[in-house]
């Protein structure tokens, strides 16, 4: 297993890729679970478990309903944090950054990845709004399933996916009588002080450390 004292310290993607694939091993069921926050009406946090379904410099990506009340406090309040946490490795990472969509050219292609009764529930359910009962939502699956019996499914315009940019990442190990490892990455874009000298760094991620008390 890969611990924090073994990390890169230029590089979270690297260390997050390690504990990633070690989960996929270790966790049962999920391994790409994550806790999303958002903020809700009047500020107040809104917490919700969601999917991881792509990661890279660029940000951590999932996809939902847009009209969904989560949908809907990220378009108002483009800010998120993520947390992992896998029990059986004892470890958890944190992620906060801004957030923005994903281009068309990337929904289309995960939705057109998804199993045709996922792509039909995507039509069917009114997310996050008030149901009479399951016998509606069992009705709506139905009348779209037959609408679309034929070709592909297309996307709904109400579906695509949010990019979370990781300007903060936190990596937590646990420790013998809570003397746990947490290592912190702070992003900063290279050269973005430097004026017109910056030159090919301009722009250029980069990220800052430290350690953190348990």
Known sequence: MVRIDEATPEDPLGLFAAWFKEAEEAEPNDHNAMALATVGEGGMPCLRMVLLKG????????????ESRKGMQLEAHPKAALLFHWKSLRRQVRVEGPVGPV??????????????QSQIGAWASDQSRPLEGRFELEKRV???AAKYAIGQVPRPPHWSGFRIRAERIEFWQDGAFRLHDRLVYHR?????????DAGEDAGRVAWRTERLFP
Not at 55 to 66: K, M, S
Not at 103 to 116: D, V
């Open 55 to 66: 990661y890279d410099a660029e940000g951590f990506v999932f996809y939902t309903n847009l």
């Open 103 to 116: 281009s068309e050219a990337e929904a289309e292609a995960y939705f057109a990845s998804r199993p045709r």
């Open 142 to 144: 139905a009348r779209f």
């Open 188 to 196: 900063e874009e290279a050269g973005e002080d430097a004026g017109e």
